[in-house]
């Protein structure tokens, strides 16, 4: 027997001994969420903007439902909302905006830490070479933790930008008290060089835009955690939907309204435009201008399906949905937990980082000498065979994983490490899965 959670996603029925511990990569499909896009489809489908029949209008109507109920999800304004194709794509996005806008010029520096995920750390270094920026990194050292006194100190006038993840998607930590901490210092002494006195001077302080720009990849964090993009004060925030229930192809970028300003559409075309003359054109405002072309209707109403699906789970509260998958989530993590200490005293098996049971998520990288001895490939490949899915590779985390070193932490071998295996769960997952996992580990190992 399926539990209520699992009982809603068919890949389970479909597959009925698959062991999927592969969550962080791509979340499985509620029956709801899969639903939605078929009745979209077979009823409610057409473009979008000025057709003047009802179809067209339904499908508009569907597609701005689906920008409501994500800025409501994050706490933002509708208007703040730009849909993106996923994380990757967001950065991207705000990146050729900063470039048109001439935001960042010769020697600013853009910080941002050795932890990062390439889809916030390539178009970084894509846009510190087009505008002859510096990148500035902050060390991750061998606890994964962000140090955010050593980050204050590093920030100074010409820091325009801060990037950072809310939560890693190679150590499960995150990383949400240190990003309020930076936003605090930011607003208090960067910009005001004075205390606030009341707890709502410092809300009007964290709706103000200055530099630094402080950029936050929610793409693990909002999965787990309920992301709310004021109370955190972050000027622009993203993710990406198919870790979240949705279709693959949608993400989300939001900043600050007072941040649209002062930003140039990077990408233009239809759907954007004002007027357009033969020399030149004017453009609408935020979010359309954002999102030139035809959007991707069908994998918005997607993720408005897949907020319904997490309502339904909190009775109606997206607050008691988070909780509730916490409460599932929870005993899985200690389990995973207790059993990496036993495997590291037992076989050398090194969990990449954190043990402690606070502020993570059910995400654990490891790393073991068998994998050398039996090749990455292989290693992935033994789970394979008993439909245990899991991820082999440098995570999407060549720096972090260039900077560990093997001497740091274990005697038996020298020189850094460039990969890792990686689990991740989500409240579908059952004691039985991490059970069957463990027990084909201690088999290789
Ligand atoms: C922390 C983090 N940021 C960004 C991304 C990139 O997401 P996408 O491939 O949807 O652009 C991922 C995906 O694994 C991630 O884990």
Redesign the pocket.
Known sequence: MYSDIKKEFPIFHNNPWLIYLDS??TLQKPQHVIDRVSDFLSKDYANIHRGWYSLSERSEELYWQARKKVAQFINAEDDEVIFTS????SVNVLVWSLIRSNTIKEWDVILLSTLE?H??LLPRQMLAEQTWAILERIDIWDDGKLDVERCKKMIHEKTKIVAL?L???VTGMLWLDEIKKLVDHKHVKIKHKKIPSSESEVWSLKSEVSFPYIVV?A??AIVHKRVDVKKLGVDVCFF?W??LWAHTWI?VLRWKKELLKSLTPGRVGWGAIEKVTRESSTYLWSPDTFEPGTPNLVWAVSLLGALEYLEWVGSWSIDAAYSKLEEIEWPLISYCLKEFWELEKQWKIYLLWSKDESNRIGLFSFVTKEIWWLSLWSFGQTFATKDICIRCGAQ?AHIFHEGISWESWASTKTGNIWQSCRISLWAYNEMSDLEKFFEELKEIL
């Open positions: 962080a990569a996923n994380s990757t794509d995920h889809a916030n993840t939560c890693s998607n990849d793409s693990q990406t198919h870790k993400g999407c």
